[in-house]
C-alpha cells in the first residue's frame, strides 16, 4: 500500500527539542521529494519544509529557520523533522507529504502527528 | 510572500447544488497551483493541481479553473461526502503558501 506514516509527536516544554519521522512504503522514495505540512488546532494549513529529491535541496519557513532541520534516509525510506527551540506557537499536527518530480503540490498525506509545547 | 485569499470563508449549499470556490493569489503564480479537501479528523487530500487537472480518483463532479491570480474550484452537484473544508496552494514561489481554507457545509 502506498502512505506515509508519521510518528515521534508528542508533549514537550518549550525551549525543548522533538524529531518527528516520516516512513514512506509502496512507493519510490528516493525518486519524489519531500515535505514538512503543520496545522495548528483549529487553524489552517502551514508549509514547514521541504526536501528536494536528487540534489537534496532544502528550504524553510522563515518561522521555523534556524531551529529546525529537514533531513532524509533513502536507505530507510524516511524523512526526519529535528526541531529544536520549540515555542508554543509550534504546537499543531505535523503532515508528511510527498510532491511528484519538480513539482511541489502534494499528492500523497500522512495521516500526522501531535506535537504539543507546553509547560 | 504570496499571499492566498480564499471567498467565502463558509459556504452554505444543499445537497445537489452547486458550489463555486474562490482564491486569488497577491501576484501571480501562472498554474502552479492546487486544491486540496479536508474532512475533520483527517489529512489534506489532493484534488485539483496544475489549476485544472483533477487528481487521481478525483470524481468529475470537482472542476478546476484559472491562471495567474484567479481560481475556482467548481463542485457541479454536492454529495454528503463533500461537506468539508477546501484549501487552495500555490507553488510557484518560495515559501509555499495555503489559503485560509473556505468551509463547504450545509
Not at chain 1, 514537550?12 to 528516493?30: E, H, K
Not at chain 2, 489534506?44 to 484567479?70: C, D, H, M, Q, W
Not at chain 2, 457541479?76 to 503558501?97: G, I, K, R
Request: charged share 15%; hydrophobic share 35%.
Amino acid at each position: 500500500e502506498v502512505q506515509l506514516v508519521e510518528s515521534g509527536g508528542g508533549l514537550v516544554n518549550p525551549g525543548g527539542s522533538l524529531r518527528l519521522s516520516c516512513v514512506a512504503s509502496g512507493f519510490s522514495f528516493s525518486s519524489y521529494s519531500m515535505t514538512w505540512v503543520r496545522q495548528a488546532p483549529g487553524k489552517g494549513l502551514e508549509w514547514v519544509s521541504s526536501m528536494r529529491a536528487g540534489n537534496n535541496d532544502i528550504f524553510y519557513a522563515d518561522s521555523v529557520k534556524g531551529r529546525f532541520t529537514i533531513s532524509r534516509d533513502n536507505s530507510q525510506n524516511s524523512l526526519f523533522l529535528q526541531m529544536s527551540y520549540l515555542r508554543a506557537e509550534d504546537t499543531a499536527v505535523y503532515y508528511c507529504a510527498r510532491a511528484p518530480a519538480d513539482y511541489w503540490y502534494f499528492d500523497l498525506w500522512g495521516r500526522g502527528t501531535l506535537v504539543t509545547v507546553s509547560s | 510572500e504570496i499571499v492566498m485569499t480564499q471567498s467565502p470563508a463558509t459556504l452554505s449549499v444543499s445537497p445537489g447544488e452547486r458550489a463555486t470556490l474562490s482564491c486569488r493569489a497577491s501576484q501571480s503564480v501562472t498554474t502552479n497551483f492546487a486544491w486540496y479537501q479536508q474532512k475533520p479528523g483527517q489529512a489534506p487530500r489532493l484534488l485539483i493541481y496544475a489549476a485544472s487537472t483533477r487528481a487521481t480518483g478525483v470524481p468529475a463532479r470537482f472542476s478546476g479553473s484559472g491562471s495567474g491570480t484567479e481560481f475556482t474550484l467548481t463542485i457541479s452537484s454536492l454529495q454528503s461526502e463533500d461537506f468539508a473544508v477546501y484549501y487552495c496552494h500555490q507553488h510557484n514561489m518560495w515559501p509555499l503558501t495555503f489559503g485560509q481554507g473556505t468551509k463547504v457545509e450545509i
